[in-house]
């Protein structure tokens, strides 16, 4: 089993920036590829961004590219997501995830083990 706890979100001015963590904790010793999602009230889970277990392939959603960047540090066990242009669209509760090969994915439904989320929240 593996436990994922995000940090970092928080309410944010449009245009400003956050840095989301994401730290893995119990059977780090297989490695993850990992991905964040993110849920906005009424709305379905949406693919962020995804990153290869090595942190060599990147992934993003269309809606956040040339805005995020997700990146990791296998030996602190943790994923960032650098949110830069924060929009009012933004807006939702974000959650990491991990899925046990070598490669990130796109579908929520690959992933083995997920976070509880943090809020963020971006006003105009």
């Known amino acids: 089993q593996v436990q994922l706890v995000e940090s970092g979100g928080g309410l944010v001015q449009a245009g400003g920036s956050l840095r989301l963590s994401c730290a893995a904790s119990?059977?780090?010793?297989?490695?993850?590829?990992m991905g964040w999602f993110r849920q906005a009230p009424g709305k379905e889970r949406e693919f962020v961004a995804a990153?290869?277990?090595?942190?060599?392939?990147?992934y993003y959603g269309d809606s956040v590219k040339g805005r995020f960047t997700i990146s990791r540090d296998n030996a602190k066990n943790t994923v960032y997501l650098q949110m830069n242009s924060l929009k009012p669209s933004d807006t939702a509760v974000f959650v990491c995830?991990?899925?046990?090969?070598?490669?990130?994915?796109?579908?929520?439904?690959?992933?083995?083990?997920w976070g509880q989320g943090t809020q963020v929240t971006v006003s105009s």
């Open positions: 990153i290869s277990r090595s942190g060599g392939i990147t």
């Open positions: 119990g059977r780090t010793d297989s490695s993850y590829a």
């Open positions: 995830a991990a899925r046990s090969y070598n490669s990130g994915s796109y579908y929520p439904n690959e992933y083995d083990f």
